[in-house]
Nanobody
Framework: QLQVVESGGGLVQPGGSLRLSCAAS????????IGWFRRAPGKELEGVSC????????KYADSVKGRFTISRDNAKNTAYLQMNILKPEDTAVYYC??????????????????????WGQGTQVTVSS
């Protein structure tokens, strides 16, 4: 059974950092692209970032570009989202999700929620002083 589990959320002050993890089980992460999404209170789900199965292709929402970094360690079957210079508007529940990228490669350039089939339960990130 394909499963992803997020961790690493918490309360942080503005300007602080957090690293979210997305641990996969039941499948080899190397064959999947990973996306991070978030839902802020009262808002729709937003695509934050995506990383291709090879790790060579990444995509970021304009709102996080230059502050967030997505990465993956296929040997550990885990993906990460390093979040720096956090702002109150980054407060949201963060989700990771997986989409199969083999045999047909999935390109992150236009990643969207509906492409992803395996979702975690989410981890809360709160940015507040």
């Amino acid at each position: 059974q394909l499963q992803v589990v997020e961790s690493g959320g918490g309360l942080v002050q503005p300007g602080g950092s957090l690293r979210l993890s997305c641990a996969a089980s039941g499948f080899a992460l190397e064959y999947y692209a990973i996306g991070w999404f978030r839902r802020a209170p009262g808002k729709e789900l937003e695509g934050v970032s995506c990383i291709a199965s090879s790790g060579g292709g990444t995509k970021y929402a304009d709102s996080v570009k230059g502050r967030f970094t997505i990465s993956r360690d296929n040997a550990k079957n885990t993906a990460y989202l390093q979040m720096n210079i956090l702002k109150p508007e980054d407060t949201a529940v963060y989700y990771c999700a997986a989409v199969q990228s083999y045999p047909e490669h999935y390109y992150c350039s236009a990643f969207k929620q509906s492409d992803f089939g395996s979702w975690g339960q989410g981890t809360q990130v709160t940015v507040s002083s």
